[in-house]
Protein backbone atom coordinates (compact mmCIF):
# COMPACT_ATOMS: atom_id res chain seq x y z
CA UNK A 1 0.00 0.00 0.00
CA UNK A 2 2.60 1.96 0.60
CA UNK A 3 4.45 1.55 -2.54
CA UNK A 4 1.70 2.40 -4.23
CA UNK A 5 0.58 5.83 -2.72
CA UNK A 6 4.54 6.79 -3.48
CA UNK A 7 4.22 5.63 -6.60
CA UNK A 8 1.37 8.16 -7.27
CA UNK A 9 -1.26 5.13 -7.77
CA UNK A 10 -3.68 6.15 -5.03
CA UNK A 11 -6.45 3.90 -6.65
CA UNK A 12 -4.57 0.97 -6.30
CA UNK A 13 -3.32 2.21 -2.81
CA UNK A 14 -6.89 2.73 -1.75
CA UNK A 15 -7.77 -0.92 -3.02
CA UNK A 16 -5.06 -2.16 -1.05
CA UNK A 17 -5.77 -0.07 2.52
CA UNK A 18 -9.60 -1.36 1.89
CA UNK A 19 -8.29 -5.06 1.39
CA UNK A 20 -5.96 -4.89 4.46
CA UNK A 21 -9.17 -3.40 6.46
CA UNK A 22 -11.56 -6.18 5.50
CA UNK A 23 -9.06 -9.11 6.37
CA UNK A 24 -8.31 -7.22 9.90
CA UNK A 25 -12.03 -7.42 10.49
CA UNK A 26 -12.39 -11.22 9.28
CA UNK A 27 -12.17 -12.70 12.57
CA UNK A 28 -15.93 -10.38 13.37
CA UNK A 29 -17.47 -12.36 11.41
CA UNK A 30 -20.52 -14.77 12.77
CA UNK A 31 -19.99 -18.31 14.12
CA UNK A 32 -21.77 -20.78 11.60
CA UNK A 33 -23.55 -23.34 14.58
CA UNK A 34 -24.69 -20.11 16.48
CA UNK A 35 -26.18 -17.75 13.04
CA UNK A 36 -26.97 -21.29 10.91
CA UNK A 37 -30.29 -20.31 8.07
CA UNK A 38 -31.21 -23.83 7.10
CA UNK A 39 -33.35 -22.78 4.39
CA UNK A 40 -29.68 -20.81 2.41
CA UNK A 41 -28.62 -24.11 2.11
CA UNK A 42 -28.62 -25.90 -1.20
CA UNK A 43 -31.32 -28.11 -1.71
CA UNK A 44 -31.32 -31.13 -4.49
CA UNK A 45 -33.99 -30.23 -6.49
CA UNK A 46 -35.12 -33.70 -7.60
CA UNK A 47 -35.79 -34.42 -3.54
CA UNK A 48 -37.59 -31.18 -3.31
CA UNK A 49 -40.09 -32.23 -6.24
CA UNK A 50 -40.45 -35.84 -4.87
CA UNK A 51 -41.47 -34.38 -2.15
CA UNK A 52 -43.94 -31.82 -3.29
CA UNK A 53 -45.46 -35.30 -5.57
CA UNK A 54 -45.76 -36.47 -2.25
CA UNK A 55 -47.67 -34.04 -0.24
CA UNK A 56 -49.72 -32.92 -2.82
CA UNK A 57 -50.29 -36.44 -4.07
CA UNK A 58 -49.19 -36.19 -7.45
CA UNK A 59 -49.30 -39.03 -9.72
CA UNK A 60 -45.30 -37.55 -10.91
CA UNK A 61 -43.42 -34.40 -10.35
CA UNK A 62 -44.59 -31.13 -10.93
CA UNK A 63 -43.38 -29.73 -14.01
CA UNK A 64 -44.44 -26.16 -13.22
CA UNK A 65 -44.70 -23.81 -10.10
CA UNK A 66 -46.42 -20.62 -10.49
CA UNK A 67 -45.57 -18.05 -7.89
CA UNK A 68 -46.40 -14.16 -7.71
CA UNK A 69 -44.28 -11.88 -6.08
CA UNK A 70 -47.12 -9.91 -3.57
CA UNK A 71 -44.62 -7.32 -3.24
CA UNK A 72 -46.00 -4.53 -5.48
CA UNK A 73 -49.91 -5.65 -5.40
CA UNK A 74 -51.13 -3.48 -2.41
CA UNK A 75 -50.47 0.41 -3.41
CA UNK A 76 -47.44 2.71 -3.59
CA UNK A 77 -45.06 1.40 -0.14
CA UNK A 78 -42.98 -1.28 -1.08
Not at 11 to 31: P, Q, V
Not at 32 to 47: I, S
Not at 49 to 77: F, M
Amino acid sequence: MMLASQGLEYEKAARLRDEIKLLERLHERGDLEEHVQPEVFLVDPKKGLAGLEKVLGLSGPPRVIEGVDIAHLAGNET
